[in-house]
């Protein structure tokens, strides 16, 4: 695996995330909290764009945490992540600048 297909993984993941918090009828706890609501429909696209920033600076933050360019509850340390055949996927550096490719290059 690539360091860019480690970031579109957790890309997908957050885009996941966002469909199953939003989703109607979905059994997800944070679903569930939205729906009961009562939002209209200007206010439920508003609440989607809101989780979906939330959810991108997080997921953004922790991988950026992992490849050691940010801090994680503080502190900065390198890590380094190895996929399953010892690849070299977080650690480098080279994660920060495809996970702000994959996560922020919508705006």
Partial sequence: MTPAEFVTHWRIEKDELLDLFMGTGSEALVSQKISSMGLSEQQTVVLRDVLNLVLTETFYTLLLGLDGVASIGGVQHSY???DEDGDLLCGDGRVETEAYAQLH???
Avoid: I, K
């Fill in 105 to 107: 290059a919508d705006g």
């Fill in 80 to 82: 380094r992540v190895l």
